[in-house]
């Protein structure tokens, strides 16, 4: 089994930072693409950022400019810098992962992370 565990959330004023982390542990072969979406109440969950094994990243158009995804594959974890933060920002934040346990490869979410931009 594959778990995703995300930490770095809270409350930040408007402007400010804040990093998450996602790491995954688990049987895990090998990781492909890792991500981060975002869920704002009464709305649907959005793709904020991904990154490839590679390293190709990807932004939704809000968030391009002040956010930065980046992993480090040896710990297989992804992060999500997160600058000049809005407060349209806050959501909650889970992190994706497509994992190869074995021969079968599925995807993998964590629980979500809380992340509130207010003054």
């Known amino acids: 089994q594959v778990q995703l565990v995300e930490s770095g959330g809270g409350l930040v004023q408007p402007g400010g930072s804040l990093r998450l982390s996602c790491a995954a542990s688990?049987?895990?072969?090998?990781?492909?693409?890792m991500a981060w979406y975002r869920q704002a109440p009464g709305k649907q969950r959005e793709s904020v950022a991904t990154i490839t094994s590679g390293g190709s990243t990807n932004y939704a158009p809000s968030v391009k400019g002040r956010f930065t995804i980046s992993r480090d594959n040896a710990k297989n974890t992804v992060y999500l810098q997160m600058n000049s933060l809005k407060p349209e920002d806050t959501a909650v934040y889970h992190c994706y992962a497509s994992v190869r346990v074995g021969a079968t490869r599925d995807d993998y979410w964590g629980q979500g992370t809380q992340v509130t931009v207010s003054s």
């Open positions: 688990g049987s895990i072969f090998s990781i492909s693409d």
